[in-house]
T-cell receptor
Framework: EPEVTQTPSHQVTQMGQEVILRCVPI?????FYWYRQILGQKVEFLVS????????KSEIFDDQFSVERPDGSNFTLKIRSTKLEDSAMYFC?????????????FGPGTRLTVL | GEDVEQSLFLSVREGDSSVINCTYT??????LYWYKQEPGAGLQLLTY?????DMKQDQRLTVLLNKKDKHLSLRIADTQTGDSAIYFC???????????FGAGTILRVKS
């Protein structure tokens, strides 16, 4: 069964460093998303991406964040200068053709630890 | 803004039914979902329901929607130890839009 994959599973970085989190969405999907879950808190929406551009973003998704689909398979989240409060689990999701039965499928997540 | 609330914890005995409840505030919610998260794993889609439905059954899972009260529930029949996980309720207004999640309900199944 097709699935969303994410790498790395765990990333440790120093405050102020740039990180890139990678995702491979399900191959025929058209909508891509990033969410994050700070330990003990709700899963929060960051950004959605469709047709090679951001379709929606939350207040969390400030200028430090960017997303890219550099080729036909990868979808990346870049944090330019990490802060301690960026420590969280980051989930990528994708969904397919518009239709009643399509839903967002999530990857296993990348745990980001900022020291 | 949108908000989704869930009870934090539920403990049941193996073989009993579990009922996990969720309330939401957005009357524009069109799609409502239940996701399961096992320790150290991602979010696994369990089931979903559209706002024009009252009930959906899928094997051991039954979803009930009371749109007037904005109340959603997930019933797991014959709960097994493998059902122990965190269950998240989520809603969205339109397909392709962001999901708004509840805080999750920890389900503990005692053998």
């Amino acid at each position: 069964e097709p699935e969303v994959t994410q790498t790395p599973s765990h990333q440790v970085t120093q405050m102020g460093q740039e990180v890139i989190l990678r995702c491979v969405p399900i191959s025929n999907h058209l909508y891509f998303y990033w969410y994050r879950q700070i330990l003990g808190q709700k899963v929060e929406f960051l950004v959605s991406f469709y047709n090679n551009e951001i379709s929606e973003k939350s207040e969390i998704f400030d200028d430090q964040f960017s997303v890219e689909r550099p080729d036909g398979s990868n979808f990346t989240l870049k944090i330019r200068s990490t802060k301690l409060e960026d420590s969280a689990m980051y989930f990528c999701a994708s969904s397919g053709l518009q239709g009643a039965t399509d839903t967002q499928y999530f990857g296993p997540g990348t745990r980001l630890t900022v020291l | 803004g949108e908000d989704v609330e869930q009870s934090l914890f539920l403990s049941v005995r193996e073989g009993d039914s579990s009922v996990i409840n969720c309330t939401y505030t957005d009357s524009s919610s069109t799609y409502l979902y239940w996701y399961k998260q096992e320790p150290g794993a991602g979010l696994q889609l369990l089931t979903y329901i559209f706002s024009n439905m009252d009930m959906k059954q899928d094997q051991r899972l039954t979803v009930l929607l009371n749109k007037k009260d904005k109340h959603l529930s997930l019933r797991i029949a014959d709960t097994q130890t493998g059902d122990s996980a965190i269950y998240f309720c989520a809603e969205t207004e339109e397909y392709g839009n962001k999901l708004v999640f509840g805080a999750g309900t920890i389900l503990r199944v005692k053998s």
